[in-house]
């Protein structure tokens, strides 16, 4: 099993619902990163957590660390189609020379 | 504009044809890696590099070779591709001698046949 699962691995809601991705590590999170990325095209970085109990945002994202559940959630607000595409979480799982990445969340909006 | 570049976007190869993937920064940045993505298994790293002249393995690194030689390059090399080498490959900087926040490159998508 990988070390970072994320769930669900697809999600399709209707314009203007809200959403949640989350992202479970079986190791302890030393930071979690969550990216989108367009179909075929390159990762664009989100948010970082570090701390337990931090939550962070952006426009209709937020995004927030479970430390003791070593988990992460993102939640968007009223989606709208531009949010559509895959989000990946990635985490530094003892390691700060590498990142670990989950297998992605492909959201679908519709119109 | 700060970027990380790759090239060629797209390749067709054939079994045993030695090709490299160029990746190249403008943001001066210290660490530099290599990942495949593909279908079910989400992104995996391939090699790092911490520095120039300083690389080291990721979690895939067989039948892949890399260098450092310049601070901005970091090239993947493949001496003798197979087909299990298609996949969309991505490079990606981050300013620290460390993985976090990553920027990453528009992807080069390999078919090996």
């Known amino acids: 099993s990988q070390e970072l699962e994320q769930s669900p691995q697809s999600l399709i809601v209707q314009e203007g619902k809200n959403l949640t991705i989350n992202c479970t590590s079986s190791?302890?999170?030393?930071?979690l990163y969550w990216y989108k990325q367009k179909y075929g095209e390159g990762l664009i970085f989100l948010m970082m957590?570090?701390?337990?109990?931090e939550e962070k945002s952006h426009e209709k994202i937020t995004a927030k660390l479970d430390e003791k559940k070593q988990q992460s959630s993102l939640h968007i607000t009223a989606s709208q189609p531009s949010h559509a595409g895959i989000y990946l979480c990635?985490?530094?799982?003892?390691?700060?020379?590498?990142?670990?990445f989950g297998s992605g969340t492909q959201l679908t909006v519709l119109p | 504009e700060a970027q990380v570049t790759q090239n060629p976007r797209y390749l067709i190869t054939v079994t045993g044809k030695k090709l490299t993937v160029t990746c190249s920064q403008n943001?001066?940045?210290?660490?530099m890696s290599w990942y495949r993505q593909d279908p079910g298994l989400g992104l995996r790293q391939i090699y790092y590099s911490m520095n120039v002249e300083v690389t080291d393995k990721g979690d895939v690194p067989e039948g892949y070779k890399v260098s450092r030689k310049e601070k901005r390059n970091f090239p993947l090399i493949l001496e003798s591709p197979s087909p299990n080498q298609t996949s969309l490959y991505f490079c990606a900087s981050s300013q620290a001698a460390v993985a976090y926040e990553q920027y990453f490159g528009p992807g080069t998508r390999l078919t090996v046949t």
């Open positions: 957590l570090q701390k337990g109990g």
């Open positions: 190791k302890t999170l030393y930071g």
């Open positions: 943001m001066n940045h210290e660490y």
């Open positions: 990635g985490a530094d799982i003892g390691s700060a020379r590498q990142l670990t």
